[in-house]
Each structure stands twice: as C-alpha cells, then as structure tokens.
T-cell receptor, first 109, second 113 residues
Framework: DAKTTQPNSMESNEEEPVHLPCNHS???????IHWYRQLPSQGPEYVIH?????VNNRMASLAIAEDRKSSTLILHRATLRDAAVYYC??????????WGAGTKLIIKP | NAGVTQTPKFQVLKTGQSMTLQCAQD?????MYWYRQDPGMGLRLIYY???????DKGEVPNGYNVSRLNKREFSLRLESAAPSQTSVYFC????????????FGPGTRLLVL
C-alpha cells in the first residue's frame, strides 16, 4: 500500500504559485521523499527529492515539515505545461518506490 | 542519447496469446524496472533487476516473467495473456538501487480481448 496521502486534484491559475501537499505520517528516519510527475500519455518524470532539509532545483522546491510527517511541493510560477499528475512517493526497505494515485493538477489560463 | 526506449507502443492480444515487451536503456544504468499502470491509478512494480544477472519480484509479478538480457536490455513476457493484464506498461532504469532518479520510457499500451 502507498505510504503517502495526497488530494485527488487541485486547480491553480497560470503564472501563480502552486503548493501540492503530501502526508506521510508513517515515514521512517531513512525514507527519502520523492516527487515525480506524469504528463498526459507520457511516462513519469523526476521532479525533486529530499530527506530532511528543504530542497530547490530548477523545476520546483520541496518543503519538508520538521517532524517529516508531511511535505509540500512548490511550483513557483505554474504554466499550462505543468498540468500533470504529481506523485509523492516514499521508498520501501529495498529502495523500491511505492506509488499512490497522485494529485491531478489543473492549470487554468 | 535516447534514454529508455520501449517496443511496441501499442499491442492488442487475444486471451491466451503470448508476447514480449522490450525495453532498452543507453545510460549505462545498473537497475531496471517494469511497472504497470491501470486507469486512474499509480504505478505498480511487476519485476525489477537491481543489476545485470539478477531479477526480483515486485508487488504484482503473477502472470509475468522477465529476462535481463544484458546491462542495456530488460524484457517482460506475458505467457498467456488475460484481460486483467490490459494496462499501460512502463519500463524504467536508474544508476543503482537507492535514491537515484528513475528514468522512464514512454510506455506500451496493451489491450487483451
């Protein structure tokens, strides 16, 4: 079973920031938090990952709660091309990714 | 640099037929994976190969077999297809098991009648 909980869908306006939440209350001390996204009719692509500290890259930022039981993916300025399903994922003891259903992000022009 | 490639892109099978899905990566990755994705769902791991010469079952291995042909190629075989195997199949690779990024192929859409 997926170890994360995400809203089924979210809407945002183009060129505004988007905050995608994820709950992972059973996270262990060694679990990394991974985010992938899947554009329509494509394979998933990596977005960002982190362990304890907040992380930034060219695509997004990842804010991790101090107790690590939740995290938030931040898209600083959403475009229509960011419309996708976003997956928040933890790994199991063999480092395999356990996928949930994700959040469908809808961007309104 | 093609990344991860999969063939075929689409396939229609009749119940009981067999077929092999092919996957190749040109990134010199050690680990390779096969997932399936049913409509509205996340990915589920079928089999994986942590390194050349090894394969292990994932979450949903029943009805499938795999072969790690060499470091580049990892194939998935359906010996006797069933309608429940109608799905989109994704192959992925990463440098090694761990926290490294997984890179995905474009997927194979399979319909079993």
């Amino acid at each position: 079973d997926a170890k994360t909980t995400q809203p089924n869908s979210m809407e945002s306006n183009e060129e505004e920031p988007v905050h995608l939440p994820c709950n992972h209350s059973t996270i262990s001390g060694t679990d990394y938090i991974h985010w992938y996204r899947q554009l329509p009719s494509q394979g998933p692509e990596y977005v960002i990952h982190g362990l304890t500290s907040n992380v930034n890259n060219r695509m997004a930022s990842l804010a991790i709660a101090e107790d690590r039981k939740s995290s938030t993916l931040i898209l600083h300025r959403a475009t229509l091309r960011d419309a996708a399903v976003y997956y928040c994922i933890l790994g199991d003891s063999n480092y395999q990714l356990i996928w949930g259903a994700g959040t469908k992000l809808i961007i309104k022009p | 640099n093609a990344g991860v490639t999969q063939t075929p892109k689409f396939q229609v099978l009749k119940t009981g037929q067999s077929m092999t899905l092919q996957c190749a990566q040109d990134m010199n990755h050690n680990s390779m994976y096969w997932y399936r994705q049913d409509p509205g769902m996340g990915l589920r791991l079928i089999y994986y190969s942590a390194s050349e010469g090894t394969t292990d079952k994932g979450e949903v291995p029943n009805g499938y077999n795999v072969s790690r042909l060499n470091k580049r190629e990892f194939s998935l075989r359906l010996e006797s297809a069933a309608p429940s195997q109608t799905s989109v199949y994704f192959c992925a690779s990463r440098m090694r098991a761990g926290v490294e990024t997984q890179y995905f192929g474009p997927g194979t859409r399979l319909l079993v009648l």
